[in-house]
């Protein structure tokens, strides 16, 4: 199953201009703990779909209280500058959301 | 037991709201309206170029609602990060247009406050040679004393402190330069001497609006009433919900940590932090905790001009030209140099964005199918307005007229939906100041103004 379907919110957005956060978030117990025990949720699993350095992911986290699941990277280019594409970084979502899930 | 009532008309002042919520509100005896009117969301123009984030229609119509209410409650009026980023000309902007709403509905013997979030660059310049100003994020550039010297103005996000001082002097209404989002409802709750933790977590719900709602929106307004235990969010609207799951979401957003959230001068834990649904639409929140680190750290923001730009849009249809795009932007970049071959190389860049094929995700993009049509941007980043119209024409024209090997549609390659095709579009920015200062406290950099209507 895709990550996509099997969560109830994907995500991206600014977390202030130079970073870009991820969150994943489920409405049930289940499907969070599939994707939490899947494992492949990692920070080198993060870097290598939005291809870049393991040490630019700063976070990746599982909050259990919430069901959600947050990592978030150093943006190559700050917000809403020369060669931006995403001044929001609300749409970088989709690396994420086609991940296989068993 | 303490309790403090805040009322949050939306997401951000200017967004709007629908009048009966307001009312509805209201009539729920709030101890202050808190709007929140800033963001660095929208890049740096906003604070470079010394604009706001929404139009002085909407911010006035939004404004006139909020005085009206606060007026008519005697209760506190307070506006976050005036204009969107709270520097000078932002603040004066609302000022202004906040002066012109007392002055036409006659309203009089009111205290209004401003508290300036503006850095001198001076302090800055010292604080550096102090070790005491840090980069804050891994791909944030160094300050140097000539980027800081390019940087147009540096505002600080101020924490509840200096908003406090304002609601003990009897302000009815108060504007803050750039806050940090909670900060303007945390003081409401501080003031009142509600435990900061509540206070924080409840303001970095609240600042969003009904955006912790479900469905969400930023658009209508939310109560959030704080006390010694924890605090509960309630939608007025009775099409909005609040769950469990909705505002333990919001804690999350756009933040770097789901439960790790550092403002100015504090540092919120919300990892035991439990989310009840009363029943009623509301959700209740305790177990928040806060942590003062023993040095006072805020967060500067401040942008530099980076270039002029112009672009143009137009729609590609041809099968050939869109699996030959690649060889067809190399050729117009080599053309539009050669052509200028007297112009420095370094002062322009060309670059193209194909909606269809990877427009959005850049080299992330990981669908390869070519679509049947795309839509292009061809843009032009020059050190002078004029220099990027030139490149930019030049562009578009090699671009329609570029003969690529196969080529059938040899009258054109591009559709323009628009005569002209070309937009002008003026300055782009970068946020060239994005650090942490070391201070003495929150008080230290924010002076605050009033005056009497």
């Not at chain 2, 403090?4 to 002042?13: E, G, H, K, V, Y």
């Not at chain 2, 123009?45 to 909020?66: C, N, P, T």
């Not at chain 2, 795009?325 to 060309?350: A, N």
């Amino acid at each position: 199953m895709r990550l996509y379907d099997l969560a109830k919110i994907v995500r991206s957005k600014n977390s202030g201009p130079f970073e870009i956060t991820l969150d994943i978030l489920f409405d049930n117990k289940d499907s969070y703990d599939k994707v939490k025990n899947s494992n492949i949720l990692t920070k080198e699993y993060i870097a290598k779909l939005y291809k870049t350095d393991v040490n630019k992911v700063t976070c990746l986290t599982f909050y259990d209280q919430a069901l959600g699941i947050k990592a978030t990277l150093a943006r190559k280019i700050s917000s809403g500058t020369c060669k931006d594409r995403d001044v929001y970084g609300a749409q970088q979502y989709a690396p994420l959301a086609n991940i296989k899930i068993d | 037991m303490r309790q403090c009532r805040i009322l949050a008309p939306c997401a951000m002042l200017g967004y709007g709201f629908p009048k009966v919520s307001f009312l509805k509100g209201m009539e729920l005896k709030p101890d202050a309206i808190v709007v929140d009117a800033g963001s660095t969301d929208a890049g740096p123009h906003k604070l470079g170029a010394g604009v706001g984030i929404v139009s002085e229609m909407a911010y006035k119509l939004d404004l006139a609602s909020l005085i009206e209410g606060s007026v008519k409650a005697d209760i506190p009026l307070i506006i976050g990060s005036a204009g969107g980023s709270g520097a000078i000309p932002h603040v004066q902007w609302t000022k202004r247009i906040i002066d012109e709403i007392l002055a036409e509905n006659n309203i009089k013997g009111k205290r209004v406050a401003i508290i300036w979030a503006d850095i001198p660059k001076k302090i800055i310049k010292e604080r550096m040679n102090e070790n005491k100003v840090e980069t804050l994020g891994l791909t944030v550039k160094e300050l140097t004393p000539e980027r800081l010297k390019k940087t147009n103005s540096v505002v600080a996000q101020m924490g509840h402190e200096p908003i406090v001082k304002a609601l003990e002097e009897g302000a009815d209404i108060i504007i803050c330069g750039r806050a940090y989002d909670p900060a303007p409802f945390a003081a409401v709750a501080i003031h009142k001497g509600v435990d900061a933790a509540f206070a924080y977590h409840a303001g970095k719900i609240l600042e969003c609006g009904a955006i912790c709602a479900e469905p969400g929106t930023g658009k209508d307004c939310v109560l959030g009433i704080i006390d010694e235990n924890g605090f509960t969010i309630r939608p007025i609207n009775p099409k909005l919900k609040c769950t469990k799951e909705s505002v333990a979401a919001h804690t999350f957003y756009e933040k770097d940590h789901p439960y790790i959230l550092h403002g100015p001068g504090v540092v919120l834990n919300l990892k035991k932090c439990e989310f009840k649904e009363t029943g009623d639409g509301s959700v209740r929140v305790t177990g928040s905790k806060i942590d003062f680190p023993s040095i006072y750290k805020i967060k500067l923001e401040g942008a530099m001009l980076a270039g002029f730009r112009t672009f143009v849009i137009a729609g590609i249809r041809d099968e050939y030209t869109i699996a030959n795009i690649d060889e067809i932007e190399k050729g117009v970049v080599e053309q539009v140099k050669d052509y200028y071959s007297g112009i420095d190389k370094e002062s322009y860049e060309i670059n193209f964005i194909n909606y269809g094929i990877n427009g959005v995700m850049g080299d992330l993009e990981y669908v390869t199918e070519l679509p049947h049509e795309i839509g292009v941007i061809i843009e032009a980043i020059a050190d002078t307005q004029q220099l990027a119209d030139a490149i930019c024409a030049t562009a578009r024209s090699t671009f329609l007229h570029y003969g690529y090997k196969g080529r059938k549609s040899t009258a054109g390659n591009l559709a323009f939906p628009f005569a002209p095709s070309d937009v002008s579009f003026g300055a782009v920015y970068e946020f060239s100041v994005y650090h942490l200062m070391e201070v003495s406290d929150g008080m230290e950099m924010f002076d605050i103004e009033y005056y009497e209507v």
